[in-house]
C-alpha cells in the first residue's frame, strides 16, 4: 500500500496487464498540458479537483449546471467538451429515491459518453463507491452499478476509481441514523477518508493513462462505523449520543465487516481521521 502524497501510487486494476501500460503511458501523459473537463466541478470533491489540476498547469473547466453545463438533460456538453482530452465525473444525484436516481446517474453517464465520442476524449475517469456491488439492497448503489456497467460497455477508454466513505459525511450518517437524541448505529468496520485525499487520488488518474479497469482509494485506517460517528459528535461539541446496534441500518441497509472495506491493495489517503477533527471538522 502506498500513502498519498509521498509517492506515486500504484492501484491494483482488474487488468493484469495494467500495471505495464500505465508505466508506458504515464510519462505520456502525465507531462502534457491536457483539456480536462471536470463534470460536477463546484462540488465538495470536484472543487478540491479542479484547483489541483489547475496548479498543474492543465486547461480545467469545472463544468455543473450553474455554469450552463448539464450532464443530464445534455445542455452544454458539446462546447465543454470540445478539445478536451479526459472528461472526470465526480456528480452526485441531488435524491436519493430509488428511480430518481437511476435516472439521474444512466442519462447523465450516457449524455457524457456520447459527447465524449463526437469530441474525441480519450480518457473517461469516474468516481464510484467501495463495496457497490456488496450494496445492492440500495437503489443509490444500484444506480452507481449501472453507471460503471455503462462506462464498461463504452468504447471510451476508462478509469473508475472507487472511494470509501469521506469524512466529511459522518455527520450526514449522523443525521440519517438520529432518533430524539440518540444515534443508532451497527459497528460494521470502515475505512473512511478525506474529500481532499480523494481528490489528490483523482487528479494522478486523470493525467494518467486510462487503466481500462477499477481502482479503489480508502483511508489510513480502519474504524468501526459507530466510533466514526460517535469521535465526530464529540469534536464537534454535539450532544446526541451514538448508541451501538448490530440491526441499524446504513443508510436503510444492513452492512458487515466487508460491506464498507475496500480489497486488497488499494491506494490509501495521508490523512488521518483524528487529525481532519482537529483540523477541520468544526468548519463543515
Excluded: C
Amino acid at each position: 500500500m502506498t500513502v498519498i502524497g509521498i509517492q506515486r501510487l500504484h492501484g491494483k486494476a482488474e487488468r493484469d496487464n495494467d500495471d505495464l501500460v500505465m508505466k508506458n503511458q504515464t510519462s505520456e501523459t502525465k507531462n502534457k498540458t491536457m483539456k480536462i473537463v471536470v463534470i460536477g466541478g463546484t462540488g465538495l470533491i470536484g472543487t478540491k479537483l479542479v484547483n489541483n489540476l489547475r496548479q498543474q498547469g492543465h486547461e480545467v473547466v469545472a463544468a455543473s449546471p450553474s455554469q450552463g453545463i448539464n450532464s443530464v438533460t445534455g445542455e452544454g456538453l458539446a462546447a465543454a467538451l470540445a478539445g478536451a482530452q479526459v472528461v472526470v465525473d465526480v456528480t452526485n444525484s441531488p435524491s436519493w429515491e430509488d428511480q430518481a436516481v437511476l435516472e439521474f446517474f444512466e442519462s447523465s453517464t450516457r449524455n457524457l459518453l456520447a459527447a465524449e465520442a463526437v469530441a474525441g476524449v480519450r480518457h473517461h475517469v469516474a468516481l464510484s463507491v467501495v463495496g457497490t456491488e456488496r450494496l445492492l439492497a440500495s437503489g443509490f448503489f444500484r444506480a452507481k452499478m449501472a453507471q460503471e456497467n455503462l462506462i464498461k460497455a463504452s468504447p471510451i477508454p476508462y478509469t473508475i476509481l472507487r472511494s470509501t466513505q469521506f469524512f466529511e459525511f459522518a455527520g450526514g450518517i449522523a443525521n440519517s441514523s438520529t432518533d430524539g437524541q440518540t444515534v443508532r448505529l451497527p459497528p460494521a468496520l470502515m475505512q473512511p477518508i478525506a474529500a481532499a485525499d480523494v481528490a489528490a487520488v483523482l487528479a494522478d488518474v486523470a493525467v494518467a493513462a486510462p487503466v481500462q479497469g477499477t481502482i479503489e482509494v480508502a483511508g489510513p485506517e480502519p474504524i468501526r462505523l459507530d466510533e466514526f460517528v460517535r469521535r465526530y459528535l464529540s469534536a464537534t461539541r454535539d450532544a446526541r449520543k451514538v448508541e451501538t446496534d448490530a440491526h441499524a441500518r446504513y443508510f436503510g441497509i444492513e452492512v458487515n465487516d466487508q460491506s464498507l472495506t475496500p480489497g486488497v491493495n488499494p491506494r490509501l489517503g495521508a490523512l488521518s481521521f483524528e487529525t481532519w477533527l482537529r483540523t477541520s471538522a468544526n468548519k463543515k
